[in-house]
């Protein structure tokens, strides 16, 4: 058996491990958190550059604007609705080219839609319907 004095050392050095170790996640955590708010903030500026391979042409065309037709023709791509929840890695995987190539042509169409479109660059803002109490009415209860 171990003696009181030893039992208190080892749970205070389990402890210091256990607080490093939650230091060590918090830390981790907050880069996760950083690099997720650049990321999102360089989305909604239309940077396309943030197009991954994990994006599929239905989420980039959601998020930067361009109808999906414009991004299939641009990767010669006929019969579009057999693809639309395929990645772009798994169509550069159809077509045997890099991903990155691929990335790159969708990026470029992106571009070009938006010299062509360039009311586009700026999504305009919908206006946010305030919100007005109920009026009260003598007599009648609201719930």
């Known amino acids: 058996m171990l003696s009181e004095r030893a039992r ?16 060590f996640t918090a830390v981790d955590t907050l ?7 650049q990321q999102y903030s360089a989305v909604k500026a239309g940077d396309v550059n943030t197009i991954h391979p994990w994006m599929t042409i239905h989420v980039v065309s959601d998020v930067y604007h361009v109808p999906e037709d414009y991004l299939y ?6 019969s579009a609705g057999l ?38 660059l700026t999504p305009t803002p919908t206006p946010k319907a305030e919100m007005k109490p109920p ?9």
Request: glycine content about 10%; hydrophobic content about 45%; proline content about 4%.
């Open 83 to 120: 693809l639309r929840h395929v990645t772009l890695d798994g169509i550069a995987h159809r077509q045997r080219q890099p991903v990155g190539v691929v990335i790159h042509t969708i990026q470029h169409a992106i571009l070009a839609y938006r010299k062509k479109h360039p009311h586009f």
């Open 135 to 143: 009026r009260a009415t003598p007599g009648r209860t609201y719930y």
């Open 73 to 78: 023709g641009s990767l010669h791509i006929g």
């Open 31 to 37: 880069q996760a958190v950083r690099s997720f708010q």
């Open 8 to 23: 208190v050392g080892l749970l205070c050095l389990l402890l210091l491990l256990m607080l490093g170790t939650l230091a």
